[in-house]
């Protein structure tokens, strides 16, 4: 009976973590879908990150009437540099894009558009982060494909790959058009 009291812990223990390791390995490509699936796009009008015409804010609403992805990034973060190559190929293949640039310093966001290069039709700053709260999102990169009506059709809580855009990206903004 002493040897079974000692060899229970142990077991659970061993258990435990090897539940642990498979949700990990099951869960690192397969993010939960924004629960705004299906729903409006929260509206936004935000500042723009370099207006040259005169033009300071833009909202959603002047992208009304064509499918859009819109995606939440900073320069600071890491897997949003590692996305980056993913969103430029999308954009050379005619996605409109909005980016916007999630509580960062403006002339850092221009600095990495200006380095990486930029697939941003247009690029709007949340600096207080109530738009990616309005968005519900967790953490950027965080991307939501739109249909032509604003209404989001899928969403990806981590680094686009060609997998993801080929598996959830495509599918979204075809069924969008």
Known sequence: MRRLLIALPVVLIISL????AAMIGRGAKTPAPSRLVGTSAPAFT???LNHEDGKTTASLADFKGQPVMVN???SWCTPCRAE???LMQLAKQGVTIIGIDYKDKPHAATQMLDDLGNPFALVV???NGRTGIDYGITGVPESFMLDANGIIRASWSSPLDEEIIKTVIRPALDSAR
Do not use: E, M, N, S
Request: hydrophobic letters at 60%; glycine letters at 0%; zero cysteines.
């Open 17 to 20: 973590l090897a539940l642990f």
């Open 72 to 74: 939440f990034f900073a």
């Open 125 to 127: 700053r949340d600096q």
């Open 46 to 48: 935000l500042d723009i």
């Open 84 to 86: 980056h190559p993913f």
